[in-house]
């Protein structure tokens, strides 16, 4: 295509055809989409030599564009990677269908029988930064829970995801499901996400996936409903009756296991008696291991932690940091998290129910973990197979975002010539 | 209060309180929460004498506005009405609480025990107009999920809401709950709505209450997440397997019982086969009830059917009017449904189970009736206590909209210091 296109036009059409095969996707059997999933992880496989020599030329432009090592690593291709998207794509088939399950059921005086099943959203637009693979992993979700998608890859990954998109395109016709239920937006023109963000006609929510800047704009800009997060700032709160042999273990994992995802912890709270009296090891294994940490007054007192300031709390680095406070007691933890949080993932080490009972009361965050790493804030520990990303709204799918979270529902109410007095 | 004071930073107040409270209700206990509801019932029963004072100054200030009958009908308050108002606040109280109820709960591999919990919402904004009942049911429904509510009723039934939310207030201190937990706007000053709908910061979900006009201002300029419907267009299709017997009941309790709410039936589609075979005596009981059908060209030749045009299809009449046309078997009704259903409540008719399913797949309305009446449509009838109001959009709540749609869930994570590999 060349860039005198009419942008706004495209997305208009590719919207009205993702409506019309959404149509369709509603009442398509479980089996025939679990068919198209699987021809699609055999056509990744048996066209992986294509898929790679796409990549090659990604990764030229990305060379050309001065792409960091970290964003290249992200973009690259190997057999090895394409092997992780077919076992996606399988593992994806083989869940549970979630659409037209019953949610509840019951009868009422008036003889009415009234069924609340589970259905397709419609058309879910995502929107995501280099990784290639999410072309595959997000057709393939929203595919199962029977809706239609819009894929907008960035532009870096432009000509692999397009040849990963051919491959799904291979399973639905495959399984004579229509084409057009999962479409690649054919330009790398920035006008298009613009378009998808305002397509409220068409589209029914929009999933963005990348780094601060991209959930940002569509959070700000979008007229369609967004699920996601916009950061995770994640927060371990070290209570008076924590354990410390698992405090050590799971501090260490939360930060350092990978930094660079959204569930990695960026703060500590540190009850203040449990301090005084067991002090903190924890935070001399994050100093060993490289991490730079950077605490309050008390914290400082140990060699090595730097001073935070006012911008440290509510902080989210994604890297080989944390941040580090005392706090009076849970209450003082709450408070913090109150202001602070950014209600993706907080965990509470104690060995007291209690107060982690007060704790999961009062903390409003999508996910709170009691003695386990955040590292765990993520759809396949989860058990929910591959996930399309994790959600911080209060608004339908929250935490992790599944098939079953692409599912919307409606009630069923069978009667025999009922009428209401 | 004055007309010139600062309406943003009124209502940035109010939000402020909201969300304060939001946070002691998120954790106050059902009881309490039951003590709230049965305590404010008995102080509205109580000061009756003060509420039908304040309704006679709304009836007077209505009647200076030249309001229609029905208008004036909706504001007027008696002890009878008083009397309803009580028993539906009891009625709430006596629900189970909707908030820390587990709705899955399971265990991983890794060792970690997940359970989905729910949570209140936060904040509700509730934007209603003349009837001064829905203060109460409002303000009850959304105490009992555990949120902080903003109400903003309607200038004509200004006096008779604020002395309804002094009973509501009354309840809240009684049980020992902040009284920010339920707040009225204490202005007429239109500007307020334009506030609430976009004071994101504060309010969680908007919920309007009203006719198109409100809904369709609320819907088109809100930033916050909506919870309505802006048109019920319920369509009754008659299947060529319909029972005859059956159809006469359904049809003309679905159009005439109340014509004025949202799940009035405002149009019939005709299997071309039943009719030729069977004809539309089913038109005749309306024509008879004094209801005006209007036909497409078949259906002229029954005797007082008037022309229908084309305004007439997707058509939201709330009046003794009905539209009616043949149609070419279910998937003719299905393809008329998906250009003119408004997704509120679609009923089929027939005693072909088969041909009910295919209706119940293809067809994405909130609420699908099989051999019942489309004024089943309603959160009373559903068995769900009072209703807040009927939502159309696919995003978390959806048909009815009761306490349990009022709430959020988040997820609860237990390990051992378990730790991610």
Redesign the interface.
């Given at each position: 295509m060349t860039d005198t296109m009419d942008i706004s036009s495209v997305m208009t059409q590719i919207g009205r055809k993702a409506k019309a095969a959404s149509?369709q996707l509603?009442?398509a059997s479980a089996d025939v989409k679990q068919a198209a999933l699987e021809s699609a992880a055999d056509a990744v496989w048996a066209r992986r030599a294509e898929i790679i020599a796409a990549n090659v030329k990604d990764m030229e432009y990305g060379r050309a564009k001065g792409l960091s090592d970290a964003m290249m690593d992200r973009l690259m291709l190997d057999a090895s990677r394409i092997q992780g998207i077919v076992d996606g794509l399988r593992a994806v088939a083989g869940q549970d269908d979630p659409v037209?399950k019953t949610l509840s059921e019951?009868d009422?005086p008036?003889g009415?029988h009234?069924k609340?099943i589970t259905?397709p959203?419609?058309v879910i637009g995502v929107i995501y930064e280099s990784r290639p693979n999410v072309t595959a992993d997000a057709g393939a979700l929203c595919l199962k829970a029977g809706n239609a998608v819009i894929l907008r890859g960035g532009s870096e990954s432009f000509h692999s995801s397009s040849a990963i998109h051919a491959c799904l395109v291979d399973g639905l016709k495959a399984a004579g499901l229509p084409r057009d239920a999962i479409q690649l937006v054919p330009t790398r023109d920035r006008a298009a996400v613009g378009e998808m963000l305002t397509m409220t006609d068409y589209i029914?929510?929009i999933v963005p996936r990348g780094g601060k800047g991209l959930v940002g704009r569509v959070q700000a800009d979008a007229r369609v409903?967004v699920f996601a997060h916009l950061e995770g700032i994640c927060h371990i709160y070290i209570d008076t009756d924590a354990?410390m042999?698992?405090?050590r273990?799971?501090v260490?994992?939360?930060k350092t296991?990978r930094t660079g995802i959204c569930g990695s912890a960026e703060c500590l709270l540190i009850d203040r008696a449990f301090y005084d009296a067991h002090g903190a090891p924890f935070v001399q294994d994050l100093l060993d291991a490289g991490v730079e940490v950077r605490g309050d007054e008390t914290l400082q007192s140990i060699q090595g932690v730097i001073p935070a300031n006012a911008d440290d709390w509510g902080h989210e680095y994604l890297d080989m940091i944390i941040a580090a406070k005392i706090v009076e007691g849970v209450d003082g933890a709450i408070e913090h998290l109150?202001r602070y949080s950014s209600n993706h993932t907080d965990c509470i080490m104690t060995q007291n129910d209690a107060t982690?009972d007060r704790f999961?009361?009062?903390v409003?965050?999508?996910?709170?973990?009691?003695?386990?790493?955040t590292?765990?804030a993520d759809g396949g520990?989860?058990?929910m197979g591959a996930e399309i990303g994790i959600a911080t709204g209060?608004?339908?799918a929250?935490?992790p975002v599944g098939a079953e979270q692409l599912t919307?529902?409606?009630?069923?109410?069978?009667?025999?010539?009922?009428?209401?007095p």
């Open positions: 149509a509603a009442f037209g019951w009422r008036s009415l009234i609340r259905t959203l419609g029914d929510v409903p354990d042999q698992k405090t273990g799971v260490l994992n939360a296991r109150r982690a999961f009361q009062r409003d965050s999508a996910i709170l973990m009691h003695n386990a790493s590292q765990f520990e989860f058990g209060k608004m339908h929250r935490g919307s529902f409606k009630y069923i109410v069978v009667g025999d010539g009922t009428t209401r």
